[in-house]
């Protein structure tokens, strides 16, 4: 007993959390949440305003975008849906009002298409190539239209061609090729909402309202991560493989079928038309495989196909397939649609094919210096309030809008409303006024000087105080287009209305 007595008196005890342990794990905690916060509220923004990756404010940016395009959206559909196709119609908006007749002693060319033609999320859907195409024609008596809606395939653009073709009467229409046009409905796309875990997902909600930008950066890790693991025939293919697919023998069958009901179409209506592929950024590498087999495609129909890519690689070089580099080309680094710049290069494009191989349709030139008009803006604003032209004092007046949530945001990574112009013209200075004007303050972005597409690079021309307040255009960007405008004001009262008033430069438009 004695013995046991000893041996229990000798016992020693271990602590499972000692305060050394607890204090490192405290520190270490305190170093990733503080890694974290700087993370989201320091580097990536600053990342995300420069371009050089994507993240939740380009996100929440678009989704701003995208649903004040929508409410400015003035296209008229189908009165019911047409078997096969979502609804579609001539694009129109607000500020930019297409009627589904031709105007008299025009030519009319007409582009068939997806989400490429429909504008999601230009900031101003002057940036679209079809309506760049349409800036260069202009001179020529020539009008261009689209007809798509974003995930349409050549099946659903035919289906809209048959019934709005014979009221918008074209002269020439253009079949824009992206590279999931052929989609027949006979591949499976794998969904990001079969990667779903509820548990997982609340987990991942808290962390995206404590770190927005981290947690979306995360989840697109994650999502790319399991559609690479999971694609294939059971779930679906990834966004790459799945395009691959639509070029394989089962749905390219179906497809060829389809381009030849496009021939007897263009036949019966006697309109010339050709296709043209839209490569949003040069890559030989990406496009090669997902365009040859169906290059092939369009001309056994019998109708003329024209590659962009090779003259894309031509004149830009390969680039690389991700990165900085490659994001470049997009709208911006969270959407992948052609951007300004490749959208400039498809115009020019399509229009050295139409006066080459098409020349009856282009009319006479004439030059012409066309006043500052404007066209587009965002946030989307009630007919009362929207820009409108006072012809009588040659200036714009509008009410400045009032609900900060929906003003675009990026790049400069503040609240401003925007304003484009229809045509990019030179200025010389900007003028803004208003009974309750305090201040404002106003960026500019211009064309481009060798390859005239908005280079996207706000310039700040300053902040002004009081009721009348004028801006000169600085030397360095003198001579150069002005194609958008951004703003933000404050007023000392509710009566926001304010009047525009741009001065041309004597190099006039671009």
Not at 184 to 199: A, C, D, H, M, N
Not at 374 to 403: G, H, Y
Not at 478 to 504: C, E, K, L, Q
């Amino acid at each position: 007993m004695v013995s046991n007595h000893k041996s229990l008196s000798r016992r020693q005890w271990w602590k499972l959390f000692p305060r050394p342990a607890i204090k490192c794990a405290a520190i270490s905690l305190a170093v990733v949440l503080a890694g974290l916060f700087s993370m989201d509220l320091v580097v990536l923004p600053v990342l995300e305003r420069r371009g050089l990756t994507s993240g939740d404010s380009w996100a929440r940016h678009n989704a701003v975008v995208v649903a004040e395009h929508q409410l400015a959206d003035r296209t008229e559909g189908f009165p019911e849906p047409l078997p096969s196709a979502v609804p579609a119609g001539i694009r129109s908006w607000v500020g930019h009002p297409v009627g589904a007749r031709k105007s008299a002693g025009t030519k009319r060319i007409l582009v068939m298409g997806d989400s490429f033609v429909w504008g999601s999320p230009y900031l101003t859907l002057n940036h679209m190539w079809w309506r760049q195409l349409g800036l260069l024609l202009e001179n020529e008596s020539v009008e261009v239209v689209s007809l798509g809606r974003p995930g349409a395939s050549t099946h659903d653009q035919l289906t809209w061609a048959r019934h709005f073709v014979p009221e918008c009467q074209p002269d020439l229409i253009i079949w824009g090729y992206v590279s999931n046009d052929a989609d027949e409905g006979l591949v499976r796309q794998i969904s990001t909402s079969q990667q779903s875990i509820p548990k997982l997902d609340r987990v991942r909600g808290l962390a995206r309202r404590i770190w927005p930008r981290v947690t979306a950066k995360f989840d697109a890790l994650r999502n790319s991560k399991l559609a690479k693991m999971f694609t294939g025939p059971e779930y679906g293919y990834e966004y790459s493989d799945w395009e691959l697919k639509l070029v394989d023998s089962d749905n390219l069958a179906a497809y060829r079928k389809t381009v030849r009901d496009v021939k007897s179409f263009l036949d019966e209506t006697g309109i010339p038309g050709f296709m043209m592929t839209l490569p949003n950024f040069p890559s030989t590498e990406y496009f090669k495989p997902r365009i040859d087999p169906i290059m092939s495609v369009w001309q056994d129909a019998g109708i003329a196909a024209y590659d962009t890519v090779p003259e894309f690689v031509r004149r830009f070089g390969e680039m690389p397939l991700a990165g900085s580099e490659a994001i470049q080309w997009g709208i911006n680094p969270a959407d992948g649609h052609p951007g300004p710049r490749s959208c400039r290069f498809l115009a020019e494009q399509a229009a050295e094919i139409i006066h080459r191989d098409f020349s009856q349709v282009p009319g006479e030139t004439s030059k012409r210096t066309p006043d500052p008009v404007l066209n587009d803006w965002l946030p989307n604003l009630e007919p009362e309030d929207a820009p409108r032209f006072d012809a009588s004092r040659r200036s714009w007046t509008m009410k400045f809008p009032v609900n900060e949530s929906r003003w675009p945001t990026m790049p400069l990574g503040i609240p401003t409303i925007v304003l484009a112009f229809e045509r990019p013209v030179s200025l010389s200075s900007l003028e803004l006024s208003g009974q309750a004007l305090k201040s404002a303050q106003v960026w500019v972005t211009c064309l481009d000087a060798n390859e005239q597409f908005d280079d996207g690079i706000q310039h700040d021309l300053g902040e002004r105080s009081g009721k009348t307040l004028s801006w000169s255009i600085p030397a360095d960007i003198a001579g150069r287009p002005a194609s958008v405008i951004y703003v933000r004001a404050t007023f000392s009262t509710d009566d926001r209305t304010v009047n525009w008033m741009f001065h041309p430069s004597q190099k006039g438009a671009g």
